[in-house]
């Protein structure tokens, strides 16, 4: 009886959390602990012996929770990732080969080996993620009031889209549209 008391007091905090701050996260604790459990060995199987450990120890469990409570809520309320590691580098492999991102503290730069970095840059004054490379200075995306992005082009045309799957769709047939006009 206690078991099914706790677990639905569980079930309802964890319900409570995800409906009040309407945010899904990035689970930064969790993935890392899933990135360090993925490194301990090159043998599949200690991995895998690890990974049940803390299954059956409730580690897993633990993380996800103060995620899903904690760290998530903190990233949806105040705009920051509180696990995000300034300074912290990255090799991304790309179709165009392999770069290095660099997380900063108000957004990324990217670099490939002997280009210039091109730097990622949100502006929370203005809503506003820029692009930012040498004298080079341009807004991409500004998130509106009303739960649309307006995206601007290089071309300086801009396009008003909706938060969600649609908008992306929108947003990638509009690019598509100007490259494929540009190169007529």
């Known amino acids: 009886m ?3 008391k706790l677990s639905l007091i569980c079930a309802c905090v964890l319900s409570c959390s995800i409906l009040f701050s309407s945010c899904i996260g990035s689970f930064s604790l969790s993935n890392r602990l899933l990135s360090w459990n993925n490194e301990i060995s090159d043998n599949k ?24 409570l904690v760290i998530n809520s903190i990233e949806f309320w105040s705009g920051n990732n509180p696990l995000a590691n300034v300074g912290e580098v990255k090799k991304v492999k790309g179709e165009n080969g392999d770069f290095l991102v660099e997380t900063l503290e108000n957004g990324y730069s990217i670099s490939k080996e002997g280009e210039t970095p091109v730097e990622l840059i949100y502006n929370q004054e203005t ?23 307006q995206i601007f082009t ?12 649609e ?3 929108a947003a990638r047939q509009y690019v598509m ?8």
């Not at 199987?45 to 899903?68: C, G, H, K, M, T």
């Not at 506003?128 to 995306?141: D, F, H, Q, R, S």
């Not at 290089?154 to 799957?165: K, P, Q, R």
């Not at 490259?179 to 007529?184: E, H, P, Q």
């Open 127 to 149: 809503n506003t993620w820029n692009v930012v490379a040498e004298n080079y200075n341009k807004e991409l995306i500004q998130f509106n009031e009303d739960g649309t992005a």
């Open 167 to 169: 908008g992306v769709m």
């Open 177 to 184: 549209n100007q490259i494929y006009f540009a190169a007529r």
């Open 154 to 165: 290089s071309e300086g045309t801009s396009l008003n889209v909706s938060i969600d799957a």
């Open 45 to 68: 199987f200690v991995n895998e012996l690890v990974f049940f450990a803390f299954y059956i120890i409730p580690v897993y469990e633990i993380s996800y929770l103060a995620d899903i």
């Open 2 to 4: 206690k078991k099914n």
